[in-house]
């Protein structure tokens, strides 16, 4: 199983919502992260768990909460976005969190709507 | 990071070859030259990697210069299905992957 799935693909949400973004891989890999991408745009980093812990926070606004409660699964938690935050989120997978061949696997993103 | 230069778009026909260039002229010794790959409405896809030898793999040749400021990622074969945006990323070994602003290669049937 080469896949990292993603739920919900479609979420609309209003600005005072809580919502949550889930992605799940059984490669066995280790680190997992967030992307965000913005209509074309190139993805943009946004976390990156390393052996369920964070290792990486791109600076993101505490209204974006990851969670890694487990080797295989990642979630985003959403509060009081924006309308501007609308945008594709991309979870992403690899083996290792260093070394060359790590390889990215991504899954097919959640395209987010604020309204 | 190091800043990569690729067109903006190109067109090839369809079965015919492809070179998609990438300057990365201030690539650090260390850095590897990833290629990824974002079909539509789906995530990216990596493609292949090197340092500075030729790399074949099933997907993709990539000819890196031998001053490693430039490489060139070669589709043998265009098919309908290569239609993305093609994305040069030098990486060494962290979590890393800085995107920059990518090729769209549109094929032509």
């Known amino acids: 199983d080469t896949e990292v799935t993603q739920t919900p693909k479609h979420l609309v949400m209003g600005m005072t919502n809580k919502k949550s973004l889930k992605c799940e891989q059984h490669?066995?890999?280790?680190?997992m992260y967030w992307y965000k991408q913005k209509a074309k745009k190139p993805p943009e980093l946004m976390f990156v768990y390393s052996y369920e812990k964070l290792s990486i926070n791109e600076s993101v606004p505490s209204r974006f909460s990851p969670e890694c409660p487990n080797s295989s699964l990642l979630n985003l938690h959403l509060h009081a976005l924006q309308p501007e935050d609308s945008a594709l989120y991309l979870c992403?997978?690899?083996?290792?969190?260093?070394?060359?061949?790590?390889?990215?696997?991504f899954g097919p993103g959640t395209r987010l709507t604020v309204l | 990071d190091a800043k990569t230069t690729q067109p903006n778009s190109m067109e090839s026909n369809e079965e015919e070859p492809v070179h998609l260039p990438c300057n990365h002229s201030?690539?650090?010794?260390?850095?590897?030259i990833h290629w990824y790959r974002q079909l539509p409405s789906q995530g990216p896809e990596y493609v292949i990697h090197g340092l500075t030898s030729n790399v074949n793999n099933r997907m993709a040749s990539l000819a890196i210069a031998e001053d490693r400021k430039s490489s060139t990622l070669i589709l043998h074969r265009a098919t309908l299905r290569d239609a993305a945006v093609y994305y040069c990323i030098p990486h060494f070994g962290n979590e890393k992957l800085t995107f920059g602003t990518g090729t769209r290669l549109t094929i032509i049937p």
């Open positions: 992403a997978s690899s083996q290792g969190v260093a070394g060359v061949n790590n390889e990215q696997f």
């Open positions: 490669m066995g890999h280790r680190a």
């Open positions: 201030t690539i650090s010794g260390t850095d590897y």
